[in-house]
């Protein structure tokens, strides 16, 4: 069964930093792009970030130059390095890997940005 399980999510101060993970098992996402989308209630999921098998990367404006994605293709994982946080970024943030015909989500994870 393939699974994608996210963890670090949570309760951060505006300008804090989280680092969320995405650890995938089941099959071998190397040669999968993975990414990052969010939703927050009453909205449509968007993409913060997305990564190819070969390392390119691209992200949504919002987050240029805050967030940086990034994967390893040892430990079948891919991450989001979250820094100066806003009020704007809390949501629920979703791992995902797609190629060709499969498309495969995670549960999800709470980051909320307050003070």
């Known amino acids: 069964q393939v699974q994608l399980v996210e963890s670090g999510g949570g309760l951060v101060q505006p300008g804090g930093s989280l680092r969320l993970s995405c650890a995938g098992s089941?099959?071998?996402?190397?040669?999968?792009?993975m990414g990052w989308y969010r939703q927050v209630p009453g909205k449509q999921r968007e993409l913060v970030a997305t990564?190819?098998?070969?390392?390119?990367?691209n992200y949504a404006d919002s987050v240029k130059g805050r967030f940086a994605i990034s994967r390893s293709a040892a430990k079948n994982a891919v991450y989001l390095q979250m820094n100066s946080l806003k009020p704007d970024d809390t949501a629920v943030y979703y791992c995902?890997?797609?190629?060709?015909?499969?498309?495969?989500w995670g549960q999800g994870t709470q980051v909320t940005v307050s003070s």
């Open positions: 990564i190819t098998s070969g390392g390119s990367t």
């Open positions: 089941g099959t071998i996402f190397r040669l999968y792009a």
């Open positions: 995902n890997a797609a190629r060709l015909n499969n498309d495969y």
